[in-house]
């Protein structure tokens, strides 16, 4: 079966009734037959069926024997943690998610972890920072938000050579489009609120391994510190994973489209899309998964103007997050990874005009004409504001001018809030 077809074909075997839609057991605790004998569920924080269901089909779909789902795609990448011991490595690619950097640079440190940053981009580099005590390698691949590409084949090679676990995260591509351990990731981890769930509305994590080992010491730990998935969650991405398959094939081909259409752009200094012929890991990528993913980059040299495009967009809403069925611009600088440690900034943080542009399934002749009369009505601000430059001496108008969506709370002052 192939995986669209695994992906709508949801329903439990062993369902008394035939459901045929997954029922939620909404449920904390399930009657045992005696004090002394549990049966197969007892407490929805170890496990509760319908969660079971979701992670025996994330394990499918990655190609695994195993899936553990958390309350976040954060909650995920800090349960990879808990595989290592004080004094240990974690090497970690060097363009991530802004909260995945947050908690490398100032949550590991506090376990007794020290963490290095590399270029994923390049195995040579990666193989040079291998330390002795480097335990874990954390990659994404495509990379939010610069979408670089990492060669998972040769990654997997080197860290199966210095017996490091690598893991991916998968967030971007999902198991539709790539499946990091059929190149020989050990690990996957999702922030299954992007794709996989594909509607907004639910966040929710996951680690996905072939390894038993692995995957006994992660659902001891997730039980211990209680991180599992809700039910409700776990029902409401089971229903989302159903329409994976159509959803991401219509926003890889919009996606494209738009792509395509940045990169003939006078106002567009560079377009970030891993299926542009001249992006450098196109071959890699086309090598390793089957499609480009919702996402598209851009930047215009001028932060200014990159932030009045985005408020000039009427059918993209401002919003963090990707993935979804709607289509969503940010400017990751100042927004997702504005959460990005100020002493790692220079490295991690993307560049301030930088704009990640979340393709969803609307029809893109839309989305493109929204693109076109934003980048038109962001270059007319642009000479209006020039224009009340030179009338510094009429306050009112400097006022108007500086009213703005973006200039409210500044995200990038208050990065524990920052998703
Ligand atoms: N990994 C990636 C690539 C992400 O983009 C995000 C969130 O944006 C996360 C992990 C964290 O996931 P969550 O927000 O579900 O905690």
Request: aromatic share 4%.
């Amino acid at each position: 079966m192939r995986i669209p077809t695994r992906c709508v074909r949801l329903a439990d075997p062993r369902d008394p009734y035939g459901a045929v839609a997954p029922p939620l057991y909404q449920t904390a605790t399930f009657r045992q037959e005696s004090a002394a004998e549990f049966g197969e569920y007892d407490y929805t924080r170890t496990a509760n069926p319908t969660r079971s269901l979701l992670e025996a089909k994330l394990a499918e779909l990655e190609g695994a024997r195993h899936a553990l789902a958390y309350t976040s795609g954060m909650a995920a990448v800090t349960a990879l943690l808990g595989l290592l011991e004080p004094g240990d490595q974690v090497l970690a690619g060097d363009d991530l998610y802004g909260g995945t950097a947050r908690l490398l640079g100032r949550i590991a440190p506090e376990r007794g972890l020290t963490v290095r940053f590399g270029a994923a981009t390049d195995p040579g580099a990666i193989a040079a920072a291998l330390a002795r005590s480097t335990r874990l390698l954390l990659v994404e691949t495509p990379t939010n938000p610069l979408l670089e590409i990492a060669d998972l084949g040769r990654l997997a090679e080197i860290a199966r050579r210095h017996g490091t676990l690598l893991a991916v995260d998968n967030s971007l591509a999902t198991p539709l489009l790539q499946r990091p351990l059929e190149h020989g990731a050990h690990l996957v981890v999702h922030s299954a609120t992007k794709g996989l769930g594909g509607h907004a509305d639910l966040v929710a994590g996951a680690v996905v391994t072939d390894d038993a080992t692995i995957h006994d010491r992660l659902a001891f730990r997730r039980n211990a510190e209680g991180t599992a998935l809700a039910p409700f969650e776990a029902w409401l991405l089971l229903r989302g994973l159903k329409t994976l398959a159509p959803r991401l094939a219509w926003q890889c081909r919009s996606a494209r489209r738009i792509a395509e259409f940045l990169a003939a752009h006078p106002a567009v200094e560079r377009v970030y899309f891993p299926a542009l012929p001249d992006h450098p890991g196109r071959a890699i990528h086309e090598r390793q998964a089957s499609g480009p993913g919702p996402l598209v980059s851009f930047t215009t040299g001028d932060p200014e103007l990159s932030r009045r495009i985005v408020e000039s967009l009427e059918l993209f809403t401002i919003a963090v997050s990707f993935g979804a069925v709607g289509s969503v611009a940010s400017l990751p600088c100042r927004m997702s990874h504005a959460s990005v440690p100020e002493e790692l900034a220079g490295r991690l943080r993307p560049p301030p005009d930088l704009v990640r542009l979340s393709v969803g399934v609307e029809d893109p002749d839309d989305l493109l004409a929204d693109l076109e009369r934003a980048l038109a009505r962001a270059g007319a601000a642009n000479t209006l504001a020039s224009q009340r430059e030179e009338q510094r001496w009429e306050p009112a108008a400097l006022n108007s001018a500086g009213a703005s969506r973006l200039a409210r709370p500044e995200p990038a002052d208050r990065p524990d809030r920052v998703g």
